[in-house]
């Protein structure tokens, strides 16, 4: 009985192939950052729905307790999705209309491609590939500008995939990976 198992350990051994992916930052990603004191406001979420709410719970839980949701504040901020790196007046007209808070957290996420599945049987296509991307940026609403922008790419390809069957990684596991270590790069003062 050990004699099948051992075996049957070894064939899939053989005919699987595991793939993780590699984050990198952007050249334009702050390195360290100390979050500021005040109030913070985490603008709508514009992350696709399979990871919103747990993007939303990690911020939570990242920034201090003076933090709420855009949804849960009395503010309307217009436009909700802003746009990475926005121009000065953009943050100035969302700063008008966001009452007494200090900050603004704005994040975006998007899957570029997704074309591995987390399970995948017979070979990889050599042009496979699963790309995301997270950039979250922190405006200061009493001085319009942005005070932190961080952005990571998650890349997961194999060109040179010969087993019969593969484990990989998921978009959607990419993109909280990615969230996680643009979180690690903030320095909490509590």
């Known amino acids: 009985m050990k004699r099948f198992f051992f075996l049957a350990a070894v064939l899939i051994f053989t005919l699987t192939s595991c793939h993780t992916p590699s984050y990198t930052f952007t050249k334009t990603s702050s390195n360290n950052f100390s979050l500021p004191e005040g109030k913070f406001l985490i603008n709508y979420i514009n992350a696709p729905e ?5 993007f939303q719970e990690l911020l939570l839980k ?14 309307s901020i217009f436009p909700t999705k802003i ?3 926005p121009e000065r007046e953009l943050i100035e007209q969302i700063s008008s209309s966001t009452g007494d808070f200090d900050y603004l957290i704005n994040v975006n996420a998007n ?3 997704e074309d591995i599945g987390t399970l995948q049987p017979g070979n990889l296509d050599p042009s496979a ?7 979250m940026e922190i405006f200061d609403l ?26 990989a990684v998921d978009s959607n596991t990419m993109l909280r990976k990615s969230l996680k270590k643009i979180l690690k790069r903030i320095e909490n003062k509590n």
């Open 83 to 85: 746009p990475e790196n």
């Open 50 to 54: 399979a990871v919103r709410t747990e």
């Open 129 to 135: 590939k699963n790309e995301t991307f997270v950039a």
């Open 111 to 113: 899957i570029s491609s």
């Open 62 to 75: 990242k920034f201090p307790g003076n933090t709420i949701t855009a949804e849960n504040a009395n503010v």
């Open 142 to 167: 009493n001085n319009p500008g942005s005070i932190f922008y961080s952005k990571v790419r998650g890349y997961l390809r194999d060109a040179d995939d010969s087993k019969d069957f593969s484990i």
